[in-house]
């Protein structure tokens, strides 16, 4: 035990510090400190000598985690304090514990001053930590009120009839390990079992969690892997193919009417499980052969929901494509961060920067923004804010439709140069638009400055490729800008170089004009 201990050290230091959620790590850790102790006073059992290596463990893993906080910069305080806090509660509770079992009082309220004693400390950390505490609270509304992504879901989503969720995240082995899993917490609150208390702990934490959000559906696959080992073995016996067991109940009786208990199959019916220490292979060929089909099936069924996950966190060739041209752009106009953000849907958007700019850790200005922007109806309008935070803007298909004015309409539909009956625009310049994604370049357009009457129209038009999308047009567009004389003068706002027909004129706006807000004068 004291050799796990030191590995439980290593491990609670590295938890720590591993990602942004570990402070969620230490729950089950300090519930099944709780409920050890416990069960050690139930059955007369010193809890200061069955805790001890766990105490220590905690101890040292708590101050090496605090350690790399302090003098390596590493992770937020909450993540290095709440091992502290639970190695700090674990000796509390184990040293109470050794005093109730001196007493002739309920075990029931030795839990019951556990809760007490985790509560006060919660309270005695809030009164000398509050902005600690203030951040718990920012993470636990992450945890249970964040939504909009796949992942926040639950794993019993009403959209997959409850009962198929955890079929579609973790498999058949899901369903044969909860009936074991509730046989072994039946076994937990009747018999002194300090193995399966933790299995069960993490396991029943970890179903909980997945309830809330389905995106620890990972974690929870682990812990409840040997009860779905378990549950295999028994559904084997259950068809013949496997020897009876009984691994948490009193151990069944065999043909001989000897004791039973090992993970066998019906193999020579003349040897005694206890001279087994081994599976064996049935020896029919056919037992062995439905033995065979039967894990197969169980494991491979698996594969099937391999793509469709897979599919959840991986991006088209399209949006790579996307991602590489806007890097090529930003490199050839030397745009840097933050000139160089890319606004697209939120869920994508860690890729796109992390890909051109390296600076991906959060999405969260896409999700505030992005939706905004493309349901409004004036993205030039929306120029005057992006200055300096949004370079690029990625525009992918999306389900529903919009109003013809609506800016997803202008540039997704329309390619912001006024095809399919939308209006073109003066600040977004199209660099790729093809396989049901439009990316842009955010530029400050090019003005023409056209003399004339007052309250006449004028008119700049060129044709401008549209990459990589064939349509009523061709591969290449007009794009035709207009603007009013006000002073004898109509000020043209372009996003794309070229040539323009203005009038019976014709002016060359080149690429630099584009991006540096350059005037050109149209003289008659």
């Not at 991006?315 to 050839?332: G, K, L």
Request: glycine share 10%.
């Amino acid at each position: 035990m004291w050799v796990i201990a030191a590995g439980l050290a290593v491990t609670i230091a590295a938890s720590a510090h591993a990602w942004g959620g570990s402070p969620l790590t230490f729950v089950p850790v300090a519930a099944v400190v709780g409920f050890r102790v416990a069960l050690d006073v139930r059955h007369d059992i010193p809890p200061t000598l069955g805790n001890a290596p766990l105490v220590a463990g905690l101890s040292v893993g708590a101050a090496v985690a605090v350690a790399a906080h302090q003098f390596l910069g590493w992770h937020e305080t909450i993540a290095a304090v709440t091992p502290v806090l639970v190695a700090s509660g674990a000796l509390v509770v184990v040293t109470a514990g050794e005093v109730w079992r001196r007493t002739e009082l309920s075990t029931v309220g030795l839990i019951g001053l556990e809760a007490l004693i985790a509560g006060g400390g919660l309270f005695a950390y809030q009164m000398l930590r509050p902005q600690a505490i203030a951040r718990f609270r920012t993470r636990a509304k992450d945890l249970f009120f964040r939504e909009g992504a796949t992942e926040t879901v639950s794993l019993f989503s009403p959209d997959f009839a409850v009962v198929f969720g955890p079929l579609l995240q973790l498999g058949l082995g899901f369903y044969l390990a909860i009936g074991v899993l509730v046989a072994a917490t039946w076994a937990v609150a009747k018999r002194y079992e300090p193995g399966w208390l933790v299995l069960c702990g993490f396991a029943w934490y970890y179903m909980l969690l997945a309830t809330i959000q389905v995106r620890f559906a990972g974690q929870l696959a682990i812990v409840i892997a040997p009860f779905a080992g378990i549950g295999l073995v028994y559904v084997l016996a259950a068809i013949d193919i496997a020897r009876p067991v009984d691994i948490l109940g009193r151990a069944a009786k065999n043909d001989d009417g000897e004791s039973g208990g090992s993970f066998l199959n019906r193999g020579d019916s003349s040897e005694s499980s206890s001279d087994i220490v081994t599976p064996q292979v049935p020896n029919g060929a056919r037992v062995r052969g439905y033995l065979i089909a039967t894990v197969a099936f169980v494991l491979l069924f698996n594969l099937v929901l391999v793509p469709p996950l897979v599919g959840q966190t991986t991006h088209d060739r399209a949006q790579f494509d996307a991602v590489m041209t806007i890097d090529s752009h930003a490199d050839s106009v030397e745009r840097e961060y933050p000139q160089n953000f890319v606004l697209s849907q939120w869920g994508d958007n860690r890729m796109y920067n992390y890909f051109v700019s390296g600076e991906s850790q959060s999405y969260g200005y896409a999700q505030r923004t992005h939706e905004q922007f493309v349901t409004g109806t004036d993205p030039d309008g929306w120029y005057d804010q992006f200055q300096d935070l949004v370079g690029y803007v990625v525009l992918t298909e999306r389900d529903g439709s919009l109003p013809t004015n609506s800016t997803y309409t202008q540039l997704y539909e329309g390619y912001g140069v006024g095809v399919n009956e939308t209006t073109a625009t003066g600040h977004y310049q199209l660099l790729e638009g093809d396989d049901g994604v439009r990316t842009f370049a955010v530029v400050p357009g090019a003005r023409l400055r056209v003399a004339g009457e007052n309250g006449e129209r004028v008119t700049a038009s060129t044709e401008v490729s549209i990459s990589g999308k064939t349509n009523e047009t061709g591969e290449t567009a007009g794009y035709t800008r207009q603007a009013t004389v006000s002073d004898g003068i109509a000020v043209i706002r372009v996003a794309h170089p070229g040539e323009y027909v203005v009038g019976n004129q014709t002016v060359t706006i080149s690429e630099e004009a584009v991006l540096t807000d350059g005037q050109v004068d149209v003289t008659e």
